[in-house]
Nanobody, 125 residues
Framework: QVPLVESGGGLVQAGGSLRLSCAASGRTFSNYVMGWFRQAPGKEREFVAA????????YYADSVKGRFTISRDNAKNTVYLQMNSLKPEDTAVYYC??????????????????WGQGTQVTVSS
């Protein structure tokens, strides 16, 4: 088990910024690929960003490229999602996930084993 707890959501105006954090318990945090997904009302969950265990590779949905940045601090067992230039269409519940998906499936929620409870992000126009 890898308990995950997200924080940092809230209400922000369009063009603003938020930083989400996801704290993981356990000594095996560094072994997992960490991802962020989101789900807006009435829509399916969608991939946002992911960062593998080590190295500099990062993966982003086209809709957030250039605006969002995923980073991780293995010493603190924490992964972050810095969100800039927020748009109303970014409004959703954001979920942190941990797993060991291959590169092919890194965009796929079913490939992740552990999930946080979610944090609401609301962007007003």
């Amino acid at each position: 088990q890898v308990p995950l707890v997200e924080s940092g959501g809230g209400l922000v105006q369009a063009g603003g910024s938020l930083r989400l954090s996801c704290a993981a318990s356990g000594r095996t945090f560094s072994n997992y690929v960490m991802g962020w997904f989101r789900q807006a009302p009435g829509k399916e969950r969608e991939f946002v960003a992911a960062r593998p265990r080590s190295g500099l590779n990062t993966y982003y949905a086209d809709s957030v490229k250039g605006r969002f940045t995923i980073s991780r601090d293995n010493a603190k067992n924490t992964v972050y999602l810095q969100m800039n230039s927020l748009k109303p269409e970014d409004t959703a519940v954001y979920y942190c996930a941990a797993g060991n998906p291959s590169t092919t499936y890194i965009y796929t929620g079913r490939a992740y084993d552990y999930w946080g409870q979610g944090t609401q992000v609301t962007v007003s126009s």
